[in-house]
Structure formats: structure tokens, C-alpha cells
């Protein structure tokens, strides 16, 4: 892995941490989380932080997006391995190779031992009919 991957996964997911929290603090219509702690969000974040936080997590949201399209677009172009299957099939046609090989090897050198054997044998009769 690169090191913009790396750097662009932490983005990634301290973006999405801080999203988070962020949408937990703000208020919805039904008070929320950001409600639970006695109106407490609005007296720290002022009067007007609901438009404020809305468009911090518009903004948040929106850097999220072309991280995750950035990072979608460096690892989909990444140059792969080869797979599983194109190694399998690489192996049995290398020993579809070496079997056949050691079929001509073995048919060589059966042919050259018949040979021998004949040239023995024929050698043989040749000696016994001069020695008659």
C-alpha cells in the first residue's frame, strides 16, 4: 500500500469519526442526543449553532464523499496480482508439460534399451552361429 492510501484511509476515518460526533451534538426536532444533557449544546455553541453545525456536517460530509471516490479510484486502478484460478491454471499446464516431456524421455529411452536388448541379442546370434 502507497502511502497517499494510508494517508487518505486515516482521513477517511477521522472524517467519519468527527461526523460522528457531530451529528450526535446537534439537535433534531425530537431533542436527540444533543438534548440529553440539558441544553446543554445550545448555551456552549451560541444561539445560532444549529446552522452553523448543519453546515460543518454538510461540509464534513461532502469531504467524506471525494475521500471515499479518491480512494475508491487509487486502489481500483492499483495493478493486481494474478488470481488463484490463473495460478492453478499456470501449474497444471506447466505439468501437462513436464508429463509429456517424461513421456517422450521415457518412450526415448525405452527405444534405446529395445535397441540395445536387439543389438545384444542379435550380437549373440551372430556370435553362436560363427562359433557352430
Known amino acids: 500500500m502507497g502511502i497517499i492510501t494510508v494517508v487518505l484511509y486515516t482521513l477517511v476515518i477521522v472524517v467519519a469519526l468527527m461526523l460522528i460526533g457531530l451529528i450526535l451534538i446537534q439537535q433534531s426536532k425530537g431533542g436527540g442526543f444533543g438534548g440529553s444533557f440539558g441544553g446543554v449544546g445550545e448555551s456552549v455553541f451560541g444561539a445560532h449553532a444549529g446552522s452553523h453545525l448543519t453546515k460543518l456536517t ?55 534399451v529395445e535397441a540395445k536388448a536387439n543389438a545384444s541379442v542379435a550380437a549373440k546370434v551372430k556370435t553362436d552361429k560363427d562359433n557352430k
Do not use: Y
Open 58 to 112: 454538510v461540509i464534513l460530509t461532502t469531504v467524506f464523499f471525494i475521500l471515499a471516490l479518491l480512494l475508491a479510484v487509487l486502489v481500483g486502478h492499483r495493478s493486481r496480482g494474478r488470481s488463484v484460478a490463473e495460478i492453478n491454471a499456470d501449474i497444471k499446464s506447466e505439468t501437462a508439460k513436464v508429463e509429456k516431456i517424461d513421456k517422450v524421455e521415457k518412450s526415448n529411452n525405452t527405444k534405446a
